[in-house]
């Protein structure tokens, strides 16, 4: 089939055009294309710049572009080059306005404005590096949401996913012979999970691990019946603390995100629902 060329065009910083190729492309067992990313084109020769990278490696384009002029000069461009550029954002747009009976407001890079939705989501990201991996444990109780599990259950890429949605998530270690803080066990009014996953996977992942920082060295780190135990005594402990459970083990780290705010959203609601 030779290579595939996939060309992300924005007049911001073409987040938005990522995520909707990577949610397209695993649904196809293709191999995954040659992405050009072409951001932050706010003015005509950003867009002529463009085109000839398209011109020069030739395939689909996806865009995201408001201005009526840059966009038509974009749409023209790809006509004249025999390539197919598709507006990801027009059918929803047109969903939204007819339903909002309101025109849209073409203005590059709103959805990036520095509001307070912005700056919470600065705030919480703060938070998550600060209290990562058992830090700073004696303030926990600001956090919204504190993952516990046992070491590699990916605590800190979904602390970091959550906190990019604007959340305040710490994680803390469950380590062997090492009492869990007082502070995690009497938090009240925190979303507290815990996170588990396979022996198997786990152990592989752990050996892995070894093998990246080059350590050769038998240790209980990766021992298949240490990491059962492990394992064992984390569910326990999720049981008596009343905890809810999430099992990571063939998730994604959005697929362990969204269940944890199903979750969070839960409780809130419960919250809620008692406070009325």
Known sequence: MGTRHLHLVSDSTGETLTVVANASMVQFDSPEPVRHTWAMLRYKHQVEDALRGIEANPGLVLFTIVDPEMRLALEKGCRKLGIKAVSVLDHALLAIGDWLDQPVRGRPGRQHRMNEEYFNRIEAMHFTLSHDDGQMVEDLDRADIVLVGVSRTSKTPTCMYLANRGYKAANVPLVPTVPLPTAVL????????????????????????????????????????????????????????????????????EESAAAILNIHNRRLEELQEIAE
């Open 186 to 253: 009497g938090l009240q009014n925190v979303t507290v999970i815990g996170l588990t996953t396979s022996p198997d996977r786990l152990v592989q992942i752990r050996r892995n691990r070894l093998l990246s920082l080059h350590e050769t060295d038998q240790t209980d780190y990766a021992d298949p019946e240490q990491v059962m135990a492990e394992i064992a005594s984390a569910k326990r402990l999720f049981a008596r603390q009343r905890w809810p459970m999430i099992d990571v083990s063939r998730k994604s780290i």
